[in-house]
């Protein structure tokens, strides 16, 4: 018991003056200010929280994340061709698949997927 109690602070202080030299050696400050504040996609979080927002880039993200969530639901009918009926299967594919190329037809119309903007 003795044994295991020595062991246990030994490791203790080994770990405690491993990061103590870690935190004096290291060429990191702590008063510099990019670095101790969070990442705001490029934006500077110490200015104003009212300016103005691009619509064109909350655009995109937004059909970045309705497609990305539509492929998540095709994963499950690709794996379940094995397991319903082929035809009934097909059906609910190409609906799906119908509505994502209206909805693409339908951002390429209002120049949503448009970059240069």
């Known amino acids: 018991m003795m044994l295991l109690l020595f062991m246990s602070m030994i490791i203790f202080f080994i770990s405690n003056i491993m990061m103590i030299l870690s935190m004096t050696l290291a060429k990191k400050t702590f008063m510099d200010r990019e670095k101790c504040s969070p990442f705001e996609c490029g ?6 929280a009212r300016i103005p927002f691009s619509l064109h880039f909350f655009l995109i993200t937004m059909i970045f994340l309705i497609f990305d969530v539509e492929i998540a639901l095709i994963f499950p009918i690709i794996n379940s061709f094995y397991l319903v009926n082929f035809f009934i299967l097909m059906k609910i594919s190409f609906f799906f698949i119908f509505m994502l190329l209206i909805g693409l037809y339908h951002e390429w119309n209002q120049n949503m997927i448009n970059w240069m903007n």
Do not use: L, N, R, V
């Open 43 to 48: 934006f500077d979080p110490k200015s104003s």
